[in-house]
Antibody, heavy 122, light 107 residues
Framework: QVQLQQWGAGLLKPSETLSLTCAVY????????WSWIRQPPGKGLEWIGE???????NYNPSLKSRVTISVDTSKNQFSLKLSSVTAADTAVYYC????????????????WGKGTTVTVSS | DIQMTQSPSSLSASVGDRVTITCRAS??????LAWFQQKPGKAPKSLIY???SLQSGVPSKFSGSGSGTDFTLTISSLQPEDFATYYC?????????FGPGTKVDIK
């Protein structure tokens, strides 16, 4: 059964770069899209972006100028970098797997990591 | 971006009640809609994809329906473990967007 384990720095100062990594255990890495989603305290979910094993990415335009998602297929890992963080980037960050819906090329999220709390404070 | 709305934003219900949550997309998304359950301090859990298909291991008391712009999630008989916040999400187009959530709590 696939599991996602994520880690990264939990406390950042404004203007620093957020860096998180998610490792995939117990399942195939290819054939899926690997996603990042965040949730500010007490608020809803915001999709950040995704990458597949070939390195093809899709980003949320609201964050695109600051986001880089990369993949390391040799380790079955993918990573998120978010530059120039502010207090508004304080959130729980989740990684998730998106799998292809049968019969088409639309991908839905089915497995989630446990989340990493990131706080931006001076 | 496709805007997702949910109603109600919260509801109070009793164990055994039938509960229905509505999700609406700002434009047609065919059946490319998923539902997630989130409990406090936990990651979201996938319940339904393709508007009405149950994720593996999800009990059949959960059901989804709809197509186009209007969708529903129904819990047939609410149990204590079902008190949570429920989110819909469209995967028809980028960026993926979520509804604001519906909090289900105990009456």
């Amino acid at each position: 059964q696939v599991q996602l384990q994520q880690w990264g720095a939990g406390l950042l100062k404004p203007s620093e770069t957020l860096s998180l990594t998610c490792a995939v255990y117990g399942g195939s890495f290819s054939g899926y899209y690997w996603s990042w989603i965040r949730q500010p305290p007490g608020k809803g979910l915001e999709w950040i972006g995704e990458i597949n094993h070939s390195g093809s990415t899709n980003y949320n335009p609201s964050l695109k100028s600051r986001v880089t998602i990369s993949v390391d297929t040799s380790k079955n890992q993918f990573s998120l970098k978010l530059s120039s963080v502010t207090a508004a980037d304080t959130a729980v960050y989740y990684c998730a797997r998106a799998r292809r819906q049968r019969g088409n090329y639309y991908y839905y999220m089915d497995v989630w990591g446990k989340g990493t709390t990131v706080t931006v404070s001076s | 971006d496709i805007q997702m709305t949910q109603s109600p934003s919260s509801l109070s219900a009793s164990v055994g009640d039938r509960v229905t949550i509505t999700c609406r997309a700002s434009q047609g998304i065919s059946n490319y809609l998923a539902w997630f359950q989130q409990k406090p301090g936990k990651a979201p859990k996938s319940l339904i994809y393709a508007a009405s298909s149950l994720q593996s291991g999800v009990p059949s008391k959960f059901s989804g329906s709809g197509s186009g712009t209007d969708f529903t999630l129904t819990i047939s008989s609410l149990q204590p473990e079902d008190f949570a916040t429920y989110y819909c999400q469209q995967y028809n187009s980028y960026p993926r967007t979520f509804g604001p959530g519906t909090k289900v709590d105990i009456k």
